[in-house]
T-cell receptor, first 116, second 112 residues
């Protein structure tokens, strides 16, 4: 059984650029959630994908967008990067997107984004 | 008001002692609660889940839930230096999708 993998692990961008982060979910998991974790803070929910559709969204602007593919892998895209977007971006996979939540998330190691 | 609140710490306990970590939540619609452990520079990992009032024990860990008081806690018995990490409390609101709301975490330091 493979775990959640994310790429790239580290990247540096400049303000105004665009970035794409990728995530492969754990085998058998059909739901992917993305979180942003700033230094010293807890993870903040960005959005969730279930069966290739956005299933819920946190308080993030539209320049944060995503995709889920038929194999349940996912991408997070951020346009017009701002300095405050510097953070660890975590992908988490789980089972059952629409059922009452179990909240049992399996996280990847994250992508650390630095915006200069 | 944050939906899930924790004291950021650090909480320092001597090796072998009981560490007590606390969390309160504001959304009365929250039905499921979780504790995640996050080592420095690593991603969170699930260590305990609790769904009903009372205590749930798993090895050295005991989770406690009081929905009337909107309070969740985690006790770590016989604390070890390897338990030194940030502990994140999380809640899931029932109905709809699995939005997991995390607290800011409590940093635990176990002193040898």
């Amino acid at each position: 059984e493979t775990g959640v993998t994310q790429s790239p692990t580290h990247l540096i961008k400049t303000r105004g650029q665009q970035v794409t982060l990728r995530c492969s979910s754990q085998s058998g998991h059909n739901t992917v959630s993305w979180y942003q974790q700033a230094l010293g803070q807890g993870p903040q929910f960005i959005f969730q994908y279930y069966r290739e559709e956005e299933n819920g969204r946190g308080n993030f602007p539209p320049r944060f967008s995503g995709l889920q593919f038929p194999n349940y892998s996912s991408e997070l895209n951020v346009n017009a990067l701002e300095l405050d977007d510097s953070a660890l971006y975590l992908c988490a996979s789980s089972l059952s997107g629409r059922a009452v939540g179990t909240g049992e998330l399996f996280f990847g190691e994250g992508s650390r984004l630095t915006v200069l | 008001q944050k939906e899930v609140e924790q004291n950021s710490g650090p909480l320092s306990v001597p090796e072998g002692a009981i560490a007590s970590l606390n969390c309160t939540y504001s959304d009365r619609g929250s039905q499921s609660f979780f504790w995640y452990r996050q080592y420095s520079g690593k991603s969170p990992e699930l260590i305990m889940s609790i769904y009903s009032n009372g205590d749930k024990e798993d090895g050295r860990f005991t989770a406690q839930l009081n929905k009337a008081s909107q309070y969740v806690s985690l006790l770590i018995r016989d604390s070890q230096p390897s338990d030194s990490a940030t502990y994140l409390c999380a809640a899931v609101h029932s109905g709809g999708y699995q939005k997991v709301t995390f607290g800011t975490g409590t940093k635990l330091q176990v002193i040898p």
